[in-house]
């Protein structure tokens, strides 16, 4: 028994920092990339330390023809709406579905459940018509307004909800508080984890959306960044700047580390409040 | 009598705050999904051309192509091939690292910070990266032909028998973290007594791992591979950005959702035969979804 647990501990160990390991190489391997000039990283060399250490490949992309500082702010902007109109958007549908008795909530629950089941696909080619039609074609709109909402992030408001306590509203409602204001005030400020989860799932899917970018900016000065990072890399036909694409690709990905890092905690916070339901 | 009228009163009131908050949510999912829907249903029925914005009743010639079209089958081939190798392998690898990380093991926090980086990153990031690891000048060809299982240096992009495996390996690495944090969140519930006491017993870390663990995520081994499954049958970022939309070379990259993306909106110019092939896609995911969950309801049976 005891010789077992001598061995379990640096297997585990070992398993954890091969992963690790496996899962950072790609990340290194990019980000090494970025400080090499381009005939180092298309010499087929496989040191990680680059030879000839340059920053070029940085100031390239704020000097060069292609448009990275723009597509950097568009996926900003981008981002920063889409997540604000989804955590007022959602928590509002929670709040509704949770603590307010109206008739066809219901039916509203099982509607909304309903849409879970559809995959992207059947939808992406009505969706593009629908966007063409109102005129949102190579506009932001096209891609923040038809996920301004999202089901499962109803859901999970929803549920946070259904744990308040009723009696906190009705006091406060007693007092004249009106339902508006018990959102607003009481139940908002108390539900800042949860949406600190949803926000920072929320922002990455809008960060990191491809399709909906490339289905619907054709503009170049309208693109986003992956979107950026696919035209640079296909452009050049059989011919990848892959010091530009793998630079840029770094740089994509600064934003939400630093987002990863700060929200961290509430993140964490969140994930633990859903464990221990 | 006054009392009762107040109630009414909250009751209205009540009603239009429901309805106000849960209204823009109702408006933005009638329009892109509801309606989208039966748009959808209905093109699937029509010979659908888009430059010149004609819908001709076809009934169902766009369903019966599907079945005789050789590159529609491959593409269902890839997609099948797809699922079923990288559903149940991260499956399988989540629940194995979560486990690990949930053992008393020092620097959690560090290895957590790690494994969730390829779940933070684009897809388009990552196959950018991914792309140029398997280029010809890539550290692929470097580190193989330097451990001889490379012979010489090879554009892996462009052979047709390896593209879709690395696009499953792509996958499985960036899709592990994110089903081993939903796991590692779930094992909190396990309680530690119980690990504790089949130590005591002198069960093996594997014995543990096999007949506490394994049971007790049931549920969420359930959830997480079903969420695979719709997932993977859906894939389309890395094979558009792999193969620049074409699914080549040779169609080896060719999954449905890319396929379906080609009819639409290249020049084939065939809305409706997309849309037929898009509403099959879903039958089949609902079917195997559906076939997966009973699966898992059948297990339980016999443990």
Request: with cysteine.
């Amino acid at each position: 028994m005891k010789k077992q647990r001598k061995y379990a501990k640096p297997i585990l160990y070992t398993i954890l920092i091969i992963y690790a390991l496996i899962t950072l190489y790609p990340f290194l391997w990019a980000v090494s990339a970025s400080f090499k000039t381009f005939k180092e990283i298309t010499g087929g060399g496989a040191s990680i330390i680059p030879k000839n250490f340059t920053f070029d490949n940085y100031i390239n992309l704020f000097t060069g023809t292609a448009k990275y500082t723009k597509w950097f702010f568009n996926s900003v902007f981008i981002a920063v709406t889409g997540t604000l109109l989804n955590i007022i958007l959602n928590s509002m549908a929670g709040y509704a579905l949770a603590q307010i008795e109206f008739k066809g909530s219901k039916a509203f629950f099982s509607l909304l459940i309903a849409t879970l089941t559809i995959p992207g696909q059947v939808l992406m080619i009505p969706n593009y018509l629908i966007i063409k039609a109102l005129g949102f074609m190579n506009t932001f709109s096209a891609i923040i307004i038809p996920s301004a909402i999202n089901v499962t992030y109803i859901f999970l408001m929803r549920q946070y909800f259904m744990s308040f306590s009723k009696q906190v509203e009705e006091a406060a409602r007693i007092d004249g508080v009106s339902r508006a204001g018990c959102f607003f005030r009481i139940a908002l400020p108390l539900s800042r984890s949860i949406i600190a989860t949803q926000a920072t799932f929320i922002f990455l899917g809008f960060w990191n959306d491809f399709t909906k970018a490339m289905l619907y900016l054709k503009d170049v000065n309208k693109f986003t960044l992956p979107l950026g990072i696919q035209a640079t890399q296909s452009q050049s036909s059989g011919f990848t700047m892959w010091n530009e694409t793998l630079t840029f690709s770094v740089v994509s990905m600064i934003p939400i580390l630093i987002m990863y890092i700060v929200l961290n905690k509430y993140f964490m916070q969140g994930l633990r409040m859903e464990g221990e339901k | 009598m006054k009392m009762k009228k107040k109630m009414n009163r909250n009751m209205v009131s009540d009603h239009i705050q429901a309805y106000t908050f849960i209204g823009p949510a109702i408006i933005i999912l009638s329009i892109f999904v509801y309606i989208s829907i039966f748009v959808a249903i209905y093109m699937s029925f029509n010979q659908v051309n888009l430059f010149k914005w004609t819908f001709d009743f076809n009934g169902l010639d766009n369903y019966r192509r599907i079945f005789t079209e050789d590159r529609i089958f491959k593409a269902f081939s890839n997609t099948t091939k797809f699922v079923a190798v990288v559903a149940p392998t991260q499956t399988v690898l989540a629940l194995i690292l979560a486990a690990v990380l949930n053992s008393k093991i020092r620097g959690q926090k560090g290895f957590r910070l790690v494994y969730f980086l390829p779940t933070l990153t684009s897809s388009t990031a990552l196959t950018m990266i991914f792309m140029f690891i398997f280029s010809i000048s890539g550290p692929f060809n470097t580190i193989g032909m330097a451990l001889g299982f490379v012979k010489e240096a090879t554009n892996w992009l462009n052979e047709p028998k390896v593209t879709l495996k690395i696009i499953m390996i792509m996958n499985i690495w960036s899709t592990i973290p994110y089903y081993m944090t939903i796991y590692l969140s779930a094992l909190q519930d396990v309680p530690m007594s119980l690990y504790e006491a089949a130590e005591v017993d002198g069960a093996s870390p594997f014995k543990r791992f096999m007949n506490i663990t394994v049971p007790h995520m049931k549920p969420i081994t359930s959830f997480v591979f079903i969420t695979g499954i719709i997932g993977t049958f859906q894939m389309f970022d890395q094979a558009y950005i792999f193969s620049n939309g074409a699914g080549g070379p040779q169609n080896s990259t060719l999954t449905v959702a890319l396929m379906v993306y080609q009819y639409a909106f290249s020049l084939l110019n065939d809305m409706g035969l997309a849309s037929a092939v898009a509403i099959i896609l879903a039958v089949v995911i609902i079917i195997a979804s559906l076939a997966a969950n009973k699966l898992n309801k059948s297990e339980k049976l016999y443990s």
